[in-house]
């Protein structure tokens, strides 16, 4: 029987609306329960383009939006703050991920991608449970908000770079060599326009901001920069964060995300929708010891992180620890970087994402009473 594409549209934006009511009344994030109805949808939309762009545009506006909050300037300052933790979070996380995989038996690629998948914290969730658990203003925030902006611009170079390795060409040095090139192009090209067009183009934004129809340059300039990284064979979310750190530029962060908030709320749902659409679990779970290997490390090495990169940005023991602890749940970027899997790695990855999702929210929640009984009521309460 023939159902015509609109009926389905309206349908799931109805279903998507009642699991988000759900998730917002039991305090779930929306971004496990989305990929759960993925799950049991996946058959009436399978290998369905138009929910697979759709979604595509949807992760595209949350980088490009997440670029928009830092001007070249502050990304610089940012950087530096948290660079040690930001560096051990590298190498624990990601490194020491790829190498388990390693262990395993997996290629060197298939090996990138799991210590990919395992690397950053789930932005969304985290910055949703500071703000629920009224914990935004405690000591840990800051450095949980610029540990995850370390990550935010860390990873979709790393998608950068994986979407090169997994696009069928053979790897070598110089194919390795010309990825970064086009990365190191890419990032020059933002900064060039951020720099030398667009503060000179401040006057003409004042002017015309409030605009109706100034919505389709703000988006058109951040799903342009998408498209060409996606034209060099690179991650469009990499383009979508660089195209936003050209228009933070303008000084307008506000006026601008007002713009492209809607577009990004309506889109966004569908790309977690459709990775879940996209999981199939015919032969049962892989790998599972590699799976439980790999979240019991997950979660060692952000609270490590926590714990040692917090003591690094000046915060005391316990503060560090409550931080560690608030940084296990993964979601935006393993997903990302999961799509890029073969079926069963997808498979696999789907897995460890949503139980550290689920896990991290535990342990986010807990977080403070943990840190109470390690270190007891010497400090005072922050």
Known sequence: MYIPDMLLAGLLFLILFMVGYISFKVRIPNVITFLLLGLVIGSFFSDSYLLEFAGEIGIVLLFFMLGMEFPVNQLVKVAKKVLGAGILDLVLSF???????????????TAMLIGGVAYATSSSITAKLLESTKRMANKESEFILGLLIFEDLVAPVLVAILVGLTAGAAVTAGSISLIILQVILL?????????????????????????????LFVIGIGLTYGGLALFLDLSEVLGAFL???????????????????????????????????????????????????????????????????????????????????????????SIIMAALASEMIMAFSSVFILTS??????????????????????????
């Open 95 to 109: 490194g020491v991920s790829f190498g388990i995989a390693l262990l395993f038996g997996l290629d060197w690629i």
């Open 357 to 382: 999702a689920i896990l991290g929210v535990v342990l986010f929640q807990n977080a403070p009473v943990i840190a109470r009984r390690v270190f007891g009521k010497r400090e005072a309460r922050s």
């Open 243 to 333: 195209a936003g750190i050209v228009l933070a530029e303008l000084k307008r962060t506000h006026e601008l995300e007002h713009l492209v908030l809607n577009f990004r709320d309506l889109l966004l749902p569908l790309f977690f929708v459709y990775f879940g659409t996209s999981i199939e679990f015919a032969e049962g779970i892989p790998m599972v010891s590699m799976l439980i290997v790999l979240l019991v490390w997950s979660i060692i090495a952000k609270i490590a992180v926590g714990y040692w990169g917090g003591q690094m940005y000046g915060m005391s023991k316990k503060v560090s620890l409550r931080a560690g602890f608030s940084l296990t749940q993964r979601g935006e970027f």
């Open 187 to 215: 990032t020059a090209g933002a900064l060039f326009l951020a720099l030398f067009v667009f503060r000179k183009l401040r006057p003409f934004v004042d002017r015309y901001i409030n605009e109706d129809f100034f919505v």
